[in-house]
Nanobody, 118 residues
């Protein structure tokens, strides 16, 4: 129903910047919220930031002041500045729909790898 494709990951030095993109396609007319998650090796996947259809945005405490989520039509961006080694991980784009029973149905991209070296 929904396809999400991430891009923009790579290798960067600490203090550098990267801009991630998430392109959405398919049955996206009812999507209200898109989020960026990340997962470091051996750790749980965590929410980084999310944005609503009205452009309301939230950011995790660990990235506030450094990362900014934004959107332009069917693409959601994550601008990452002042990167730290602990930001290293696979970054995933996520959205969801609600079924007629109010159950959450998630859609995920395949992820893009971000590596921050010291």
């Amino acid at each position: 129903q929904v396809q999400l494709v991430e891009s923009g990951g790579g290798l960067v030095q600490a203090g550098g910047s990267l801009r991630l993109s998430c392109a959405a396609s398919g049955s996206i007319f009812s999507i209200n919220v898109v989020g960026w998650y990340r997962q470091a090796p051996g750790k749980e996947r965590e929410l980084v930031a999310e944005i609503s259809s009205s452009d309301g945005a939230t950011h995790a405490d660990a990235v506030k002041g450094r990362f900014t989520i934004s959107r332009d039509k069917n693409t959601v961006f994550l601008q990452m500045n002042s990167l730290k080694p602990e930001d290293t991980g696979v970054y995933y784009c996520n959205t969801y729909k609600l079924t007629t029973r109010g159950e959450r149905m998630d859609f995920w991209g395949k992820g893009t790898l971000v590596t921050v070296s010291s």
